[in-house]
């Protein structure tokens, strides 16, 4: 266990573009938990949605990354803000936190989640797994083939192929979850029915 | 790819120190994007190591129904706050006998 955590470290400073965004990200979340008003958590919240954003591209998936900030940066947190605002909370608003041994409690148990999901990582992969260079591929929509070289791999065109040909079912069924949601939050929202 | 997991797991455990130790129900279900953003680092990642693009199409999914979710969630809170003038999860007790 010790040599694979010794492995994940020389991994992480060997890559200062990833060890810089892992510290802003998780950083970022702490003080997001932590903040007692909910804008600064909302702010803090945007920071780490955009390490995790960069993450993304080192990940190879520039498409995802571009999306991941339009739609939880551009439209979920803008949305977090907007609603903060609309409700505009009063400190006495705010409401009671829990007690400090309940706070104990909850961060004991993620505490022990955390472990047991480092420790099988670092058990499954003790050399790090290294990621092996991205090959070029074909992808089918329908019956043509469509080459995808290696620098593209991940990127619109991949991507786009995979969800249209062989995921178009559940892109759809995602599409009637958001239509039935918009109803449900105009409704809910609505002072009268 | 295990520091990519291990960052996953961290934002994860995060979120749910936020789920769990929170009463402001804002700050809750911003926690609940933490830990769903937590997931989709892992899904990257092992799309990558795989070199499979399934985890892409995954990670578009869970976007889509945090997406809903959140929507949902934040038109409760409205509905919740015009009736009770509260967003603290201990003060809805109203079920209790």
């Known amino acids: 266990m010790a040599d694979a955590l010794k492995a994940v470290a020389a991994d992480v400073l060997a890559d200062p573009v990833f060890a810089v965004c892992a510290l802003v990200a998780v950083g970022a979340a702490v003080l997001m938990v932590t903040r007692r008003n909910p804008v600064y958590g909302a702010l803090w919240l945007m920071q780490c949605f955009l390490a995790v954003a960069v993450i993304f591209l080192k990940l190879h998936a520039p498409f995802l990354a571009a999306i991941h900030v339009l739609v939880y940066t551009g439209a979920i947190l803008v949305l977090f803000l907007f609603v903060i605002m609309l409700l505009n909370l009063q400190p006495r608003e705010l409401g009671q936190e829990h007690s400090r041994p309940a706070k104990g409690l909850a961060i004991g148990v993620c505490a022990a989640l955390l472990l047991l999901l480092a420790g099988s990582f670092l058990k499954a992969a003790p050399d790090g797994a290294p990621f092996k260079e991205v090959a070029p591929v074909m992808v089918g929509v329908g019956d043509t083939r469509l080459p995808i070289p290696a620098d593209d791999w991940g990127g619109v065109e991949h991507v786009g192929a995979e969800l249209f040909d062989r995921f178009i079912v559940p892109f759809e069924i995602v599409s009637v979850l958001i239509v039935v949601a918009i109803f449900g939050a105009v409704v809910l929202a609505k002072r009268k029915l | ?97």
């Open chain 2, 1 to 97: 790819m295990t520091k990519y997991l291990l960052l996953s797991a961290m934002l994860f455990s995060i979120g749910a120190v936020g789920v769990l130790s929170r009463r402001n129900l804002l700050v809750v279900l911003m926690s609940i994007e933490l830990m769903l953003n937590g997931v989709n680092v892992a899904l990257v990642a092992f799309a990558r190591f795989h070199q499979n693009l399934d985890g892409h199409v995954f990670v578009m999914m869970v976007m889509g129904v945090a997406a809903a979710e959140v929507g949902v969630g934040l038109a409760l809170l409205i509905a919740l706050f015009r009736n009770r003038r509260t967003v603290d999860a201990g003060d809805l007790t109203t079920l209790k006998g």
